[in-house]
């Protein structure tokens, strides 16, 4: 596994927490990453991911809510919903990373993390949000 995808798949974690943890949680990251032996290169890009979804939650959720036809954000599973929200973040703000390797990336995390049918879910959301953001 490449180092990109083992900090998606780390950022994806602490958000998973933080989504199901309580709000008492202070060091969420220092808690997970005591815990971990990775690299500092896969920690600094988890970590810009993570901090990245947390800090444009608000218009990453709007996006996602837009073009998630049917499915509220609330009701979504938490892991599907937060592969995604790394993936949108990645499409806004990480440039130098092809769309079709951000979606690419997300579909095999959520084939490994999800149910059987998160793979498609996530691919459809994401195709119609790259042509939305990468077109800008």
């Keep these: 596994m490449g180092s990109r995808r083992k900090a998606r798949e780390c950022a994806l ?3 998973y927490q933080v989504d199901l943890g309580s709000p008492d949680l202070q060091d969420t990251p220092g808690c997970f990453w005591s815990l971990q032996e990775i690299d500092n290169p896969t920690r600094e890009f988890a970590m810009v991911l993570f901090e990245g979804v947390q800090k444009n939650a608000a218009e990453i959720d709007d996006l996602l809510s837009t ?7 609330s009701r979504m599973a938490s892991i599907d919903k937060n592969i995604l929200r790394v993936a949108i973040f990645e499409l806004m703000h990480c440039p130098d990373i092809p769309a079709k390797v951000t979606i690419n990336e997300a579909v ?4 490994n993390y999800g149910t059987k049918e998160s793979g498609a879910f996530v691919n459809g959301i994401l195709d119609n949000i790259a042509k939305k953001v990468r077109q800008s």
């Design 108 to 111: 095999e995390i959520a084939k």
């Design 13 to 15: 974690q602490l958000l």
């Design 67 to 73: 073009y998630s036809a049917n499915w509220k954000v």
